[in-house]
């Protein structure tokens, strides 16, 4: 979308069309946009409604209803904080009695519109001229956020009790940017504001090593529904917990914390009843063996982030299974065991191994109407397959043995 194209679309008339289009459907895309310009509509502001219709359908998934009335460029949709999870970075800011909050890195304004919502001032600045006009837009029902076209690294902190980032790590084209010192801004840039303003926020890439990690900071690796979203380095009053490794985990509207048990160390052992594989935040936290202990189990591999239990736990940190056989990797055998127990419908899960799950299903040339579940792995040092079935808080209640 074109300067032109905002312009006519933020006019009553534009913002008019833009609502009262269908749900997008690419499908019908070119045939709306030939009958909207057939009907006398400027180019430029039929392709920004139908760009925005798009950008808004896509947004849902992160910003709920918030989306039906926000603006979005592609790459700010990209950025853009899921709202459950911009929801926790701004009752941190909330919980440690801030008041002013700088985010130097608004975007299309998803943390300012967060944080304002739980009643937070929030000066926003966007480096981009067209996306700080566009974050304008999706603020204008909170008159305590202040967007401004700026660099955030030039903003004046001296009534700034808190300050927020999310650098960019891609560069125009879209590429991923692994150097933190080519990050937009760069991450010692805005490391630095901590010595000016002591509550500083910043959420990156989840990919972060430990290494990477300042040691007076607290990282907090997040998952949505099973999908690691980010790392978020919380300092001073924004970090009540002290320095150190957590993941949250949101899933279903709940929302799950797991820091690391210092006074006790998960062992290895064989493959019991239960297999459970952790949550993808509690993998980068380096917290498996923590899960471990709280489903009273030990790990599969001292280099595998798989855990295994004799008992049934429910836990939000992880997906359980029941095991049903454990067995040698040998295509042949394995081939043999699925078709005799008639197995045409087949999930492989895999983890500290080289095989191509795709290709091992072609060799294995299913054959049959059961459905089975195999996860590839290392136990004891060996290439093994462990057949197992998902566990579900069903209906049927706990089976022998479980708790």
Do not use: C, N, W
């Given at each position: 979308m074109d300067a032109d194209g905002l312009t006519r679309l933020l006019a009553p008339d534009g913002w008019a069309l833009l609502s009262a289009l269908p749900p997008y459907d690419e499908r019908l895309a070119m045939p709306i946009a030939e009958r909207l310009r057939a009907e006398g509509l400027h180019p430029s502001l039929v392709a920004a409604a139908l760009t925005q219709?798009?950008?808004?359908?896509?947004?849902?998934?992160?910003?709920?209803?918030?989306?039906?009335?926000?603006?979005?460029?592609?790459?700010?949709?990209?950025?853009?904080?899921?709202?459950?999870?911009?929801?926790?970075?701004?009752?941190?800011?909330?919980?440690?009695?801030?008041?002013?909050?700088?985010?130097?890195?608004?975007?299309?304004?998803?943390?300012?519109?967060?944080?304002?919502?739980?009643?937070?001032?929030?000066?926003a600045a966007e480096v981009d001229e067209m996306t700080a006009a566009i974050a304008t837009v999706n603020l204008r029902h909170f008159p305590e956020a202040t967007v401004v076209h700026a660099d955030g690294l030039s903003l004046d902190l001296s009534d700034v009790d808190g300050v927020y980032a999310d650098p960019a790590r891609r560069t125009g084209t879209g590429r991923r940017v692994f150097d933190p010192a080519a990050y937009a801004p760069p991450l010692d840039a805005v490391l630095a504001l901590r010595e000016r303003v002591a509550a500083l926020g910043l959420k990156l890439g989840p990919g972060l090593p430990h290494g990477a990690v300042p040691h007076d900071a607290r990282a907090q690796w997040v998952s949505s529904d099973g999908e690691v979203v980010e790392v978020g380095l919380w300092f001073g009053p924004l970090a009540p917990e002290g320095p150190g490794r957590s993941a949250l985990v949101l899933r279903a509207g709940h929302a799950h914390v797991l820091a690391p048990d210092e006074s006790a160390h998960a062992h290895v052992g064989e493959v019991g009843t239960y297999l459970y594989e952790p949550d993808g935040a509690v993998i980068r936290a380096g917290l498996v063996g923590d899960v471990a202990l709280e489903v009273h189990g030990r790990l599969v591999d001292p280099t595998i982030a798989y855990v295994t239990g004799d008992e049934r736990h429910e836990t939000p940190f992880a997906t359980g299974y029941r095991v049903h056989d454990v067995l040698?990797?040998?295509?042949?055998?394995?081939?043999?065991?699925?078709?005799?127990?008639?197995?045409?419908?087949?999930?492989?899960?895999?983890?500290?191994?080289?095989?191509?799950?795709?290709?091992?299903?072609?060799?294995?040339?299913?054959?049959?109407?059961?459905e089975s579940t195999i996860v590839l792995t290392r136990v004891g040092g060996h290439q093994s397959v462990l057949v197992v079935e998902p566990l579900t808080p069903a209906a049927d209640g706990p089976h022998p043995g479980e708790s």
């Open positions: 219709s798009r950008l808004r359908s896509r947004a849902r998934a992160k910003l709920g209803d918030f989306a039906s009335g926000m603006l979005f460029t592609q790459a700010g949709l990209e950025q853009a904080t899921r709202l459950e999870v911009a929801a926790h970075h701004a009752r941190r800011y909330r919980d440690a009695g801030l008041s002013h909050v700088a985010d130097l890195t608004a975007g299309i304004g998803a943390d300012a519109l967060a944080f304002a919502g739980v009643g937070l001032r929030v000066t040698p990797f040998h295509l042949k055998r394995l081939r043999s065991y699925l078709r005799e127990r008639g197995v045409g419908r087949l999930t492989i899960k895999k983890r500290g191994t080289a095989v191509v799950p795709e290709q091992l299903r072609k060799q294995l040339d299913l054959r049959g109407s059961a």
